[in-house]
């Protein structure tokens, strides 16, 4: 196998974007990535996307965005894996490349949310869960989290506030990424004051649906002169694993195997532990999501999530920072554009280009990708070479 360079990103705004259809989004961020990447056209282009068929009207991702984009006759599908659909766009571009079927490819997350009702785009969130065995019982995809939110302040005796630091870093963070959705810094009085969603979270627990697309340029690492003029990224670890889909059905509802798994193997390949990532983009669509993807990835022993948080560990000058342009919480969770914005973060983290929230001497990146509540986990580990 080929080792795997990233040479190109690109992204919109996360936003209602009411003047731009779902191919004008992903045009944006997949020329954006190309042209930044200095080619002209790429061999592939692979498109992660959870629900255009209902709240778009229009399957065939595939050839519908090559064609747009100037790819016409190019190799290019769509994958679809829940909330974590970007990101397994990202791992089969990575994986032609690698395996030398092809010499480059762009893969791209898109999603446009905001023109379908609240109640649709609720209901469609829904269908990453059970359909026979949770979501026919007439629980949410929110109200699932809250479960297990509520369970684990049970079983470790944390309580609301203790979760308010995720959202705040996420906030502060936000503010000096243009690209987010909420650049605005929240304070814990206003985390804990915000309207009940389902109990224990509420407004500022969850991250926010919208509109956006975001892109990455890959090519084998052997066919790149390192007097490019953006600094090398290498992929040194890619690794994804499935749990149950409904939570019940899990042997403990409050570990991410799925996230242990993935993780682990991506560690092995690279050839560290978790005391090597400079930053971490985790998926924190929910403040509990965040607390329980770095105990299951290995920063932090079980049931103490939040004391990084409350340390100040999370920040961009911490001990392991994590959601530094705004994560999904501030910058927006357009579900299946979700992985390529955090991958596409690490590289301007590992490029030390992220101005506001640079995490210093960035070198190795993580970002992981959770599709439904934890039964599909994608988790990529990036390098500065040069």
């Known amino acids: 196998m080929r080792e795997v360079a990233v040479i190109g990103i690109g992204q919109t705004k996360v936003d209602e974007h009411w003047d731009k259809s779902l191919r004008e989004l992903a045009g944006i961020a997949a020329l954006s990535a190309i042209q930044d990447a200095g080619l002209n056209q790429v061999d592939a ?16 991702l595939g050839a519908y965005i090559a064609d747009w984009v100037g790819l016409r006759y190019a190799e290019s599908f769509k994958l679809e894996s829940a909330c974590s659909s970007g990101s397994s766009a990202f791992r089969t571009a990575l994986m032609a490349v690698a395996s030398g079927s092809i010499d480059s490819a762009v893969a791209v997350g898109v ?18 869960a059970d359909s026979d065995w949770e979501v026919s019982q007439g629980v949410s995809f929110v109200a699932l989290n809250a479960l297990i939110m509520r369970r684990y302040m049970f079983e470790y005796g944390w309580q609301k506030s203790d979760f308010a630091p995720f959202s705040m870093n996420a906030h502060a963070n936000a503010v000096h990424n243009p690209f987010a959705r909420f650049r605005k810094p929240i304070t814990e009085k206003q985390y804990l004051e915000a309207g009940m969603v389902s109990d224990p979270i509420n407004l500022m627990d969850a991250s926010a649906v919208g509109d956006g697309s975001a892109a990455i340029v890959v090519v084998p690492l052997e066919k790149l002169s390192f007097t490019k003029s953006h600094p090398i990224i290498k992929i040194i670890g890619s690794a994804s694993a499935t749990d149950s889909i409904a939570i019940h059905d899990r042997k403990d509802p409050l570990w991410l195997k799925a996230a242990e798994i993935s993780s682990k193997k991506a560690y092995a390949q690279a050839g560290i532990s978790p005391k ?51 994560g999904l919480k501030a910058r927006g969770h357009p579900v299946g554009a979700t992985g390529m914005y955090q991958l596409v973060e690490v590289v301007q983290q590992l490029r030390h280009t992220a101005e506001g929230s640079q995490v210093e001497g960035a070198k190795i990146g993580m970002a992981q990708n959770i599709g439904g509540s934890g039964s599909n986990i994608v988790t990529h580990i990036l390098e500065r070479v040069n």
Request: glycine share 12%; charged share 20%; aromatic share 4%.
């Open 45 to 60: 282009l692979y498109v992660g996307n959870m629900m255009s068929g209902s709240a778009n009207h229009q399957q065939q």
């Open 276 to 326: 090597d990532i400079d930053l971490f983009e985790l998926h924190d669509a929910f403040s509990i999501m965040a607390a329980l993807s770095l105990e299951a990835s290995g920063f932090i022993e079980r049931g103490k999530g939040p004391t990084l948080g409350l340390n100040g560990e999370i920040r961009p000058d911490g001990k392991i920072p994590i959601a530094t342009r705004g």
């Open 111 to 128: 999603e446009k949310m905001t023109d379908s009702p609240g109640s649709e785009i609720t209901a469609e969130l829904a269908t990453a």
